[in-house]
């Protein structure tokens, strides 16, 4: 820190702020080195306050400091300096009352002039949100980036599958902290420490553990005991009730900016949050709310998203993402007129063309929503099957069949992930899966002009199963001229939710019987140029992102690896069972 900036800025470290309850709470504060008083930034998070990642949205304190605000970061309750226990489902519950009563306390420090804004992602959004749930009169404005809505749609499961890769990884690295404040022997708590770091570290091979109840890394460590039970639980909406969003936007009176990416594991989350903060908002001011989509993953804004470089423009520092979000808080925090508030809603990147946009509406008012029919001659496996994607209505055709064997599941390349480093995020050559004869690929011909996607992605697939139960999984690819295959988006649906958007009851399939799954593929932002081709994969695993389905129907998490059962998966494309992907069309001007 240079001389100057120190004469501009103090720092004090693991100041205590009591709560309710007798708990303390510990956060570090950085202000200006000047007489007066300032509004409040806080950010709190559970991944030590004393070791800010880059990556957690507005992080350039002294850059918010020498712009007239005190930054306040606070490790949340449980977590590194702060007093108490970190769980994550009580925890959570206990979020909303400690974000509203750090709120309270930060108005009143001696140099905050009583207004408060919030900034964070991830897990640092849902604390956002838990906070102005209780309506803190003197909050003023927040920024939830990548952040979750319904704990069911890409945070604990998708489609009714289990986020096994997610779940499993970040629990496991919660506890590097919370598992060393339950060992007084500092031997025992060294040997403890070391056998949890080594099994993150397999985690590539502990996954694969059959029962899924005797997933060994929580049981050796003593660990997440959360996961656990919530194998036990299943999909108990009661049960997660705190971290979930759904029914209570008309609660939040606070104005959002709303960042997310197209390869982040919360992206529907994100535009979730947005579109009912702008529908439902509790107050004019939360109907103001923003939405920006980048090409970015989660923990990683930079331009690179995988094997795909989209620009210098997408970075997430190139971009000032933090200018923008200062931006905001001038606005609602410090009542200043950016002139933020009158430009569009929306603010997409573009992939493909690699350019940013403006847009005032989510979806965009001018898609064309247009079916592209599965069609092929009964031999649709791998790249090299004749399998072919098209507007044309199928007719009388023959079906597609693959064999899905849970002990060899198609295994995670790329998307939208955070798993172990054996796994990385973002876009990849999806060649290697696509050979594989348990993968049907239906492509259209190469494209004569360029076509813009832009918007939600949904796939309408009529299929049947030799099993009780299953899985199907889709994925949306670009071509490129020279083969590679890029992935866009994805989704799956286990076969006994298919009716759960519909609010039905699970509910196990009869074997051989067609079904019409809908599978939600989220949304995505791509111009497919002219020369490349659009590719649909069809298959019944995406291991271990989402935990297998051994097709045996039963309870959940019981079945052994001589438990599952081999499915004979059959895809119709014909006049009766027409499946198709819907593309958001967009007009290209």
């Known amino acids: 820190m240079s001389e100057q900036l120190e004469n501009q800025m103090i720092a004090e470290?693991?100041?205590?702020?009591?709560?309710?309850?007798?708990?303390?709470?510990?956060?570090?504060?950085?202000?200006?080195?000047?007489?007066?008083?300032?509004?409040?930034?806080?950010?709190?998070?559970?991944?030590?306050?004393?070791?800010?990642?880059?990556?957690?949205?507005?992080?350039?304190?002294?850059?918010?400091?020498?712009?007239?605000?005190?930054?306040?970061?606070?490790?949340?309750?449980?977590?590194?300096?702060?007093?108490?226990?970190?769980?994550?489902?009580?925890?959570?519950?206990?979020?909303?009352?400690?974000?509203?009563?750090?709120?309270?306390?930060?108005?009143?420090?001696?140099?905050?002039?009583?207004?408060?804004?919030?900034?964070?992602?991830?897990?640092?959004?849902?604390?956002?949100?838990?906070?102005?749930?209780?309506?803190?009169?003197?909050?003023?404005?927040?920024?939830?980036?990548?952040?979750?809505?319904?704990?069911?749609?890409?945070?604990?499961?998708?489609?009714?599958a289990l986020e096994l890769g997610f779940l499993s990884y970040w629990q496991l690295g919660m506890y590097l902290d919370t598992l060393s404040r339950r060992y007084a022997d500092e031997q025992e708590r060294a040997d403890a420490l070391a056998q949890l770091v080594s099994d993150?570290?397999?985690?590539?091979?502990?996954?694969?553990t059959l029962p899924l109840k005797q997933f060994a890394p929580f049981a050796r460590n003593k660990v997440a005991p959360f996961i656990l039970e919530h194998v036990e639980r299943g999909m108990d909406q009661d049960y997660v009730d705190a971290l979930s969003l759904k029914g209570k936007y008309d609660k939040f009176t606070v104005p959002a900016l709303n960042i997310a990416g197209w390869y982040d594991i919360f992206l529907q989350g994100t535009i979730e949050n947005f579109l009912k903060m702008r529908n439902k908002g509790g107050s004019p001011e939360a109907r103001q709310s923003k939405l920006v989509i980048g090409p970015w993953m989660h923990l990683d804004h930079s331009h690179q998203a995988g094997e795909i470089n989209f620009g210098l423009a997408a970075n997430y520092a190139v971009a000032d993402m933090a200018g923008l979000q200062l931006r905001w808080f001038d606005h609602f925090v410090k009542g200043k007129d950016t002139g933020i508030i009158n430009e569009a809603p929306v603010k997409i990147f573009v992939m493909g063309e690699n350019v940013w946009r403006d847009e005032y509406e989510w979806p965009l008012a001018r898609t064309?929503?247009?079916?592209?029919?599965?069609?092929?001659?009964?031999?649709?496996?791998?790249?090299?099957?004749?399998?072919?994607?098209?507007?044309?209505?199928?007719?009388?055709?023959?079906?597609?069949?693959?064999?899905?064997?849970?002990?060899?599941?198609?295994?995670?390349?790329?998307?939208?992930?955070?798993?172990?480093?054996?796994?990385?995020?973002?876009?990849?050559?999806?060649?290697?899966?696509?050979?594989?004869?348990?993968?049907?690929?239906?492509?259209?011909?190469?494209l004569e002009n360029d076509v813009e996607v832009t918007g939600p992605v949904k796939v309408k697939l009529w299929a049947s199963s030799s099993a009780v139960d299953t899985d199907f999984v889709a994925r949306l690819v670009d071509v490129h001229p020279d083969g590679y295959a890029q992935n866009l988006t994805d989704g799956i649906i286990r076969a006994r939710y298919r009716n759960a958007a519909k609010g039905e009851a699970p509910s196990l399939i009869e074997p051989g019987k067609a079904y019409l799954y809908e599978i939600d593929l989220w949304s995505t932002s791509n111009v497919f140029k002219k020369g490349h081709r659009i590719r649909l994969d069809i298959t019944s695993s995406n291991f271990p992102r989402w935990d297998r389905n051994p097709n045996t129907g039963r309870q959940f998490g019981e079945d052994r690896a001589e438990d599952v059962v081999i499915a004979r998966q059959t895809v119709f494309h014909d006049a009766e069972h027409p499946s198709c992907i819907i593309l958001p069309i967009i007009p290209r001007r």
């Open 13 to 160: 470290f693991d100041v205590p702020v009591e709560m309710r309850d007798g708990i303390v709470l510990r956060a570090n504060i950085y202000r200006p080195n000047q007489e007066g008083k300032w509004p409040v930034l806080l950010h709190r998070h559970p991944y030590n306050k004393d070791t800010p990642p880059i990556s957690f949205g507005l992080y350039d304190i002294s850059r918010a400091v020498r712009q007239g605000y005190v930054v306040i970061v606070q490790d949340t309750r449980g977590r590194f300096a702060s007093e108490g226990e970190w769980e994550l489902i009580s925890t959570s519950k206990q979020e909303a009352s400690d974000t509203f009563e750090t709120i309270q306390w930060a108005s009143t420090l001696p140099y905050s002039n009583g207004k408060v804004g919030m900034f964070g992602e991830s897990y640092s959004a849902f604390v956002q949100w838990a906070g102005m749930l209780k309506n803190p009169r003197v909050l003023k404005a927040a920024t939830p980036s990548f952040s979750w809505s319904d704990p069911f749609d890409g945070f604990m499961y998708r489609g009714g």
């Open 368 to 446: 064309n929503y247009t079916s592209y029919y599965l069609h092929s001659q009964g031999h649709a496996n791998t790249l090299h099957g004749d399998g072919v994607l098209s507007t044309i209505m199928p007719d009388q055709e023959p079906a597609d069949h693959y064999t899905y064997d849970p002990l060899n599941p198609v295994i995670t390349k790329g998307g939208a992930i955070m798993m172990p480093p054996d796994f990385s995020s973002g876009a990849f050559d999806q060649r290697e899966i696509e050979l594989r004869n348990d993968v049907l690929v239906y492509t259209t011909p190469v």
């Open 200 to 208: 993150i570290d397999q985690l590539k091979t502990e996954m694969k």
